[in-house]
């Protein structure tokens, strides 16, 4: 017997778009740029196994659909249109079973000029984005999780690691006081909606989960008297889920980036560790990597209030 397709997906992925709203009244416009992967699952094995490619709507054509519903429909919040964009494809396409939208928007804050708020000019104020990634599967809901990435963060106090396993391996260290940096990687995944109109009704909801989930990360990243980055991730997956209703699960997935002291006592007898520690040495690699999902005791079915 032939091998068998036994798992296919494909799509356009890094489509970038940009819509500008124009608030005429206030004569003041907004912009959202966002990056937007679409991958298709269905009937498709005869692409791969038969060339036919009568089963394959092209990635061009899904790169299009994405600019004309971005036109015809709000693209924010990124978990509404997203799942407009996901929906779309299984309703247009009865082949395609399940389709799966990655959205990642990139920040444009408002500039402050002369301290006002400026109608049109925008400024990059870091490398995070809000990620949203929903998958609508035929007969079965839209399933959706929404994310913080990329949020650089340091502290250079109230922070420490002791306790750990000493064994013949370790040479590591207990310290009661060093600097802890990391990128945040922060997703929430929602109780599964059964249609848009379901999304629909939970609106103002994605937007407040994303401030709740940033406000806490940034306040418990640094009131925390952290003995851990494990200790501290479970602190915030924790708030979030008591302050966010529909969410059943948080995942953070924190890089240690390590800043080392550095020793200077070969310098004149320089003091620079401990409690004279001043100049540290930035590691690019290796670094620690620690994740955690942490989820609700009893998870609610469903995202309806
Ligand atoms: O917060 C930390 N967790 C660890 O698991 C670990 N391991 C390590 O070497 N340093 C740290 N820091």
Redo the contacts with the bound molecule.
Sequence with gaps: MASQVTAARYGKDNIRLCKVHRDEASKTQTVTEMTVCVLLEGEIERAYTDADNSVVVATDTMKNTVYVLAKQNPITPPELFASIVASHFIEKYTHIHIAHVKITTHRWTRMIIDGLPHPHSFLRDGTETRNVEVSTKRGAGITVRSGIQGLLVLKSTG?G?HG?VRDEYTT?GETWD?I?STEVDASWEWATFKTLDDIRALLPNFDTAWEAAREITLKTFAGDN???????MYKMADQILARVPGVNHVDYSLP?K?YFEINLEWHKGLKNTGKDAEVYAPQSNPN?L?KCTVSRPNPSRTSRL
């Design positions: 922070s690691f750990f590591l060093r802890l952290s003995a851990s980055v494990q200790a501290t240690n390590h620690g620690i």
